[in-house]
């Protein structure tokens, strides 16, 4: 693995088609390279913006989207549909509008009397079943995630119990932010991915990047530092989220 590299935008209108424009790309060549691709969704305001983007692009029909898969890296525990799953967002924001088998989207399990340990057991099957051999998951093509204020990514939160899980996925209890219970990829089953993604806009998350890329921080106080994938780690930010970086 390599350091990570930082891409800024003016305002994070240009950052949302800027991520689309990427990853249209990068799913393109995964599928010249391999015949199909994977990626891992995120939610959050230019989580599904980029979504948005990538639906309205006019290079959409670059990508075979009967051959990608997706996965998420976390989820709320609520009921299938509601509005605050970031499975219901994107496929209002993306994947209503492809041609994508039901098969290859692998959603997190929504809230049920089973529980959300027994949904959080059945992802890891689910991961374990498109794994190569001797892995737990996939290597995913890219895996886009967002960055909290606090610095957390998926739900994985600073100085939480889950930043040590060493499950590719688990339940989360006692979320600081609501709603409490989740479920969550955990940091190695995010760097078994090929590329990762760190999206961030806003002033308010400019404190959690600059700590992130410091490197004085490690991944339990600091999550995002902890995100990194295989062959490329790229934070793509607003100017406004990277307004406390170096010059």
């Not at 006019?58 to 075979?64: E, F, I, K």
């Not at 499950?167 to 969550?184: E, N, T, Y």
Request: proline fraction near 8%; charge should be negative; hydrophobic fraction near 50%.
């Amino acid at each position: 693995m390599t350091g990570p590299s930082v891409v800024v935008a003016p305002d994070k209108e240009v950052l949302a088609a800027a991520i689309a424009a990427r990853l249209i790309t990068a799913l393109a060549d995964a599928q010249a390279l391999r015949g199909t691709a994977s990626v891992v969704l995120t939610g959050g305001g230019i989580g599904l913006g980029a979504l948005r983007a990538v639906a309205a692009s006019p290079a959409l029909g670059a990508v075979d989207w009967s051959r990608v898969d997706f996965w998420w890296g976390d989820e709320r525990y609520l009921p299938a549909g509601d509005p605050e799953r970031n499975e219901t967002g994107a496929r209002s924001a993306l994947l209503d509008v492809l041609e994508v088998s039901p098969a290859r989207v692998h959603v997190m399990g929504a809230a049920s009397p089973d529980g959300p340990e027994i949904a959080a057991e059945a992802y890891v099957a689910e991961l374990a079943t498109a794994a190569p051999e001797g892995s737990a998951v996939p290597a995913f093509d890219v895996c886009l995630l967002g960055v909290g204020p606090d610095s957390h990514v998926a739900s994985l939160f600073p100085e939480h119990p889950g930043t040590q899980d060493t499950r590719p996925a688990f339940a989360v209890h006692g979320s600081p932010k609501p709603p409490p219970v989740r479920i969550s990829l955990s940091f190695e089953a995010i760097r078994a991915a090929r590329e990762v993604w760190l999206l961030v806009a806003g002033a308010e998350k400019a404190d959690a990047v600059a700590l992130a890329l410091s490197g004085e921080a490690g991944e339990r106080q600091v999550p995002a530092a902890g995100a990194y994938g295989t062959e490329r780690t790229l934070w793509l930010l607003d100017a406004a989220a990277a307004g406390k970086l170096p010059r």
